[in-house]
């Protein structure tokens, strides 16, 4: 769907309601990174601890502690707390510092920020929160790492209004379900993609025993 993958130093925001298999795509996409590439990651989570997240992600028969442990994967805890002794990269500013730190000891290659609505929607003038966005991209881009940035989709209409991060990151990967006759499947669809064609149909996938799995030959109907 977009010849053979996504383009290196690119970052890409995935949007998807609740369920749809944003941290799973997050995931995945450090996995395999790590077990097929050998390039080393970063995981950023703005909403989940690293205990229930690695927890979540064993039943794919990923081990990301083990990566964690041998020193190819870092886990940023930025997750909401009332205690700035647990969660002392909490602002914008924090959290990018603390990337730029992680990505240039490690040498990273991949980072997943999941999700980024808890960092730019602390600015609730548009402007800011645009330039607060900007920002992050940017970051991301002068690392030189590829990224994947997660947020919620704010509706699950078929007509919806663009939003804002959509126009500021390099690609958008939309997961959403659609109505197939009786049945509700799961459809993903690729808006955009710098430097690459795309396939603009949406497509079905599943979040299997091992991940997501995409049918790229497949049609909604």
Same mark, same amino acid.
């Given at each position: 769907?977009?010849?053979? #993958?996504?383009?290196? #130093?690119?970052? &890409? $925001? &995935? &949007?998807? #309601?609740?369920?749809?298999g944003k941290s799973v795509f997050c995931a995945q996409f450090l996995q395999h990174g790590l077990a097929k590439l050998g390039q080393k990651g970063i995981y950023v989570s703005l909403e989940e601890n690293r205990y229930h997240f +690695?927890?979540?992600?064993?039943?794919?028969?990923?081990?990301?502690?083990?990566? =964690?442990?041998?020193?190819s994967l870092k886990f940023l805890d930025a997750s909401p707390s009332f205690d700035e002794e647990v969660a002392p990269h909490r602002s914008l500013e924090q959290v990018l510092h603390t990337i730029t730190r992680m990505v240039s000891d490690l040498k /990273?290659?991949?980072? /997943?920020?999941?999700?980024? /609505?808890?960092?730019?929607f602390e600015f609730p003038d548009l402007l800011e929160r645009r330039r607060a966005l900007l920002r992050l991209v940017h970051t991301l881009s002068e690392t030189g790492v590829t990224s994947i940035l997660t947020n919620?989709?704010? *509706? !699950?209409?078929t007509e919806r209004p663009v939003?804002?991060? =959509? +126009? $500021?990151?390099?690609? *958008?990967? &939309?997961?959403k379900t659609v109505e197939s006759g009786p049945s509700v499947i799961? /459809? !993903? !669809?690729?808006?955009?993609?710098?430097e690459t064609a795309i396939d603009p149909q949406p497509r079905p996938y599943r979040i299997t025993s091992s991940g997501i799995e995409v049918f790229p030959r497949e049609s909604v109907r």
């Open positions: 769907m977009i010849e053979g #993958g996504i383009p290196v #130093g690119r970052s &890409v $925001l &995935v &949007v998807g #309601g609740p369920g749809s +690695y927890r979540e992600m064993s039943r794919f028969g990923w081990d990301l502690e083990k990566y =964690e442990r041998e020193g /990273a290659q991949r980072v /997943a920020v999941d999700a980024i /609505a808890s960092l730019i919620e989709l704010r *509706t !699950l209409e939003q804002i991060e =959509e +126009y $500021l990151t390099h690609g *958008t990967i &939309v997961l799961r /459809a !993903l !669809l690729v808006e955009k993609m710098r």
